[in-house]
């Protein structure tokens, strides 16, 4: 069994975050990254690492979701729902796709509909504090391919 | 027993790293953030998590070691080096600090000698892509905070 790992972006608010999310995408084996809506972008801080990987690029999300469905990828939305599991906690079994809203309002009820499933970040501390997008996004990729991906060591 | 969480920065070369840094060391429980070196600091990205978070400034690493020392605080670099364990594998059992490098070049051999061990962030996939250094910090917080702190739900 082959597995792929995808990270979806819909309209992402703040662009220059998409190539720090495509060098820790490299980083973390993910096969593409799917943008839906928004289609423009800025790689700033990438560090070259685009180049290692694929884009793709959806008008809406239920097309992004029959192409991954297509592939028999499960959609892993990043949010607290009540039946959320914590990442590190998770059996992530297959190729997945993990879908990421906008920093402060997390995902929206048009995008929690096409996921499968959903996990979260838990925090330490006092109060709870906000983490940076690809921040979230990088430590979801780091559980998923610790799962189920081959490994490689880096200090960062 | 009280455990403790300190991130060390040592003449941090991006200055506006600091402030997203700080954003993930209050999500995930931070005591302090301890400027090493350069003092000066630009908060932008912090999302106001700063007000929530000490920082410290010593002029020397071996200042920052006396510190920590006193506080019976383990020093542990984020690099890859003979000894160095997975941070998904590493037992953390006390009040620890991580040291992190400048991006690209990792901890110099100056910084490597204050450090009691060495942990690493497997990477996945193809070729070894590098990490943004905050991206690399808040992983290694957030094993640590699932290994010692007590944690709340949140997507990001």
């Avoid at 992402?12 to 423009?40: P, Q, W, Y």
């Amino acid at each position: 069994m082959t597995v792929e790992c995808y990270v979806v972006v819909h309209n992402i608010a703040k662009r220059h975050n998409v190539g720090t999310l495509a060098r820790s995408a490299t980083a973390f084996g993910v096969s593409e990254l799917i943008l839906v809506g928004r289609r423009d972008l800025n790689t700033f801080g990438s560090h070259g690492s685009t180049s290692h990987l694929r884009f793709r690029h959806f008008h809406s999300l239920s097309d992004a979701r029959l192409f991954l469905k297509d592939k028999d990828c499960d959609i892993c939305g990043v949010e607290i729902t009540d039946t959320a599991m914590a990442v590190n906690q998770h059996p992530f079994k297959k190729s997945t796709a993990f879908l990421l809203g906008n920093e402060g309002t997390g995902l929206s009820a048009k995008e929690c509909e096409i996921c499968d499933f959903f996990v979260y970040i838990p925090q330490y501390g006092c109060g709870t504090a906000s983490l940076n997008v690809t921040i979230a996004a990088s430590i979801v990729l780091h559980h998923f391919g610790g799962n189920l991906l081959e490994h490689h060591r880096s200090p960062y």
